[in-house]
């Protein structure tokens, strides 16, 4: 069956280092993933995506990394502020039928920016 | 443009009471799914829907009816509460294959 897990459950980092969090899937098959940031009381909002096709993909800050070979994720945050600390999520997008998706998620890594 | 809504934000229930959990989306989305989220715990498919008219269980459905007669509105019923479902539900929208949207969440005790 699908399973998406995250390496740590936990995060601390210094306000401008990077931060990397880690994923790992067990679906060989699987091609799409996304990632996730939810800030307390609030739900999960995008962050990030990458098919299988990509090794790599960078936006705003944030770059995430797809190792097909070992089914390992990762997603990188450059010069990490205050506002980059919540709960991360990676998520494997299947697709069902007519379009639906069903989220496969991780257990999630918080997040915490010591000053 | 208010995205997807979600009513209440907290809810508190004895066992055995239903409830509706209501959600709407302004983006003439046809997807829409519920999730709940446990303590610790990533977010689990609960019931989506593929357009008005049609849904489907996703991988927790039990305890939980949904309907959907309009592409806005995506209600999440629960007929008899248990404490197994006190929880934190999120509802999301996204067009076909594109970035699915969530809204703010409902927190649900049921003690």
């Known amino acids: 069956g699908e399973s998406v897990g995250l390496h740590l459950p936990t995060l601390s980092v210094q306000e401008g280092d990077n931060s990397i969090i880690n994923c790992a899937y067990s679906n060989s098959a699987s091609d799409y993933f996304i990632w996730y940031k939810q800030e307390s009381g609030k739900g999960p909002q995008f962050i990030i995506d990458?098919?299988?096709?990509?090794d790599k993909r960078q936006g705003q800050r944030v770059t995430v990394l797809l190792n097909k070979t070992v089914k390992h994720l990762s997603l990188q945050i450059a010069a990490t502020q205050p506002g980059d600390s919540a709960v991360y999520f990676c998520?494997?997008?299947?697709?069902?039928?007519?379009?639906?998706?069903?989220?496969?998620f991780g257990q999630g890594t918080r997040l915490t920016i010591n000053p | 443009n208010a995205g997807v809504t979600q009513t209440p934000k907290f809810q508190v229930l004895k066992t055995g009471q239903s409830m509706t959990l209501q959600c709407a989306q302004d983006?003439?989305?046809?997807?829409m799914s519920w999730y709940r989220q446990d303590p610790g715990m990533g977010l689990r498919l609960i019931h989506y829907?593929?357009?008005?008219?049609?849904?489907d269980q996703g991988e927790v459905p039990n305890g939980y009816n949904v309907s959907r007669s309009t592409t806005e509105d995506f209600p999440l019923r629960l007929l008899s509460a248990a404490p197994s479902q006190t929880s934190v539900y999120f509802c999301a929208s996204s067009g076909q294959f594109g970035e699915q949207f969530f809204g703010p969440g409902t927190r649900l005790t049921v003690l």
């Open positions: 998520a494997e997008n299947l697709y069902i039928i007519q379009g639906a998706q069903k989220l496969v």
């Open positions: 829907s593929v357009g008005a008219g049609i849904t």
């Open positions: 983006m003439n989305h046809e997807y």
């Open positions: 990458i098919r299988s096709n990509m």
